[in-house]
């Protein structure tokens, strides 16, 4: 069978390749061979592929970290899934390919009239957002959190979790031109970011506490976020768009006890019990289904096509770092 595959760590147009690899055979008592139906390009393939990631596999190595396929073999003590059914591949297994095998636990059969593209992309960002919500501050209902780079794909699916559980956002983003988008899938409060970003928070939010924030960006947006936290909150970070080293307040974590932690799906993975997994999944499903969680789709490939895809997922990505640079540079000449 074929995968989409790094052979060495560098530029994705000369190190990925689509390569022939062993099948992956019969499946075991507890085990379900899965033909992938869809898998999405991940930022993180793109960390991996630069040899810049939390895991590096050894090349060549078959990439994709989330994805949806339909069972075509199942193992004689498998009672969860049967043949026939479409399954979300677990994200420790890579998809970029057309069979998987794994263990078959947590898993569940999926709503078949749900959009399979969308369902392929539920394993990684909406599941961080889930996680970021839930595991490290016990939030009141009608509760605030507070987020940055608020139009990206996880921020959105944190908009929605966030209101599945009965809690309300501020949003920051950092350009005006994205803030009614965000409004448009239910921010609650949507801001430009900005060292007044506190006083204006509290402004909007009835100076009501903020527990939890959420850091995505880096640089002086993390400290933007912590000035608008209670005594006692904590800021998670769990990426650095910006690619600078994140700026935070001493005092804050001194005198208010503001706690810093960072998060990253792949640690969580190591430790989570099959009850965690479905739990969160059985959460996350249905709002998939239903269209509140959704992420834009900009084209879909075959295995054959991959070098269109990672062509236009590389020139998506340079637009983006060309308009950070650009952003960096009027912050300096301001």
Known sequence: MKAVQVVAFGRAQDVVKLNEVPDVGSPGPNEVVVAVEAAPINNSDFM???????????????????????????GSQVKNLKEGDRTLIPFTVPTWTERVKFTASWQRPLPEKADIQQLSMIGVNPATAYLLL???????????????GANSATARAVIAVAKSL????????????????????????VLVDGPDLAKRAAKETGGAPILLALDVVGGASTLNLMNCLAPKAVLVVYSAMSGQPFSGSALSVIFNEVSVRGFWLGHWGKTAIDEALARMYDHLVPMVASGAISAPVVGSYGLEGFPEAIAKAVHLHAELEHYRAKRQAARRWS
Do not use: C, M
């Open 48 to 74: 991996i592929i630069a040899g810049r990631y939390g895991y590096l596999p050894t090349p060549p190595a078959t990439l994709g970290i989330e994805g949806v396929g339909r069972v075509v073999a199942a």
């Open 166 to 189: 009965g809690l309300k956002t501020v949003n920051v983003v950092r350009r005006e031109e994205v803030v009614d988008e965000v409004k448009s899938v239910g921010g609650d409060v």
């Open 134 to 148: 839930t595991d490290f501050v016990k939030i009141p209902h009608g509760g605030w959190v507070i987020q940055n």
